[in-house]
């Protein structure tokens, strides 16, 4: 597998803010590598569904988790495009 995970560990809580990768992962091939931090609670901050977590429980995040530099002058609004939209 060969991909970029960018996560964070946060009290009993492991955020995973991004895969990165041309194949995207399951959690089955994920969860080896990060199930050994040994946290109760994993949170995908992205849209997991290609994961395959099947029945887990879901919740709202409500972080504001947009990362972009204050200093990056834009020259007009900040538009996602179409194919991350829910």
Request: net charge negative.
């Amino acid at each position: 597998m060969e991909a970029v995970v960018v996560a964070e560990a946060a009290g009993d809580r492991l955020r995973i803010h991004d895969v990165v990768a041309r194949r995207m992962p399951s959690w089955a091939d994920l969860e080896p590598l990060l199930g050994v931090l040994g946290r109760a609670t994993v949170e995908a901050l992205f849209c997991a569904d290609r994961l395959g977590l099947g029945a887990s429980a879901s919740v709202e995040v409500a972080d504001d988790l947009l990362f972009v530099d204050a200093r990056v002058d834009f020259a007009k609004p900040l538009i996602f495009p179409y194919s991350i939209r829910a």
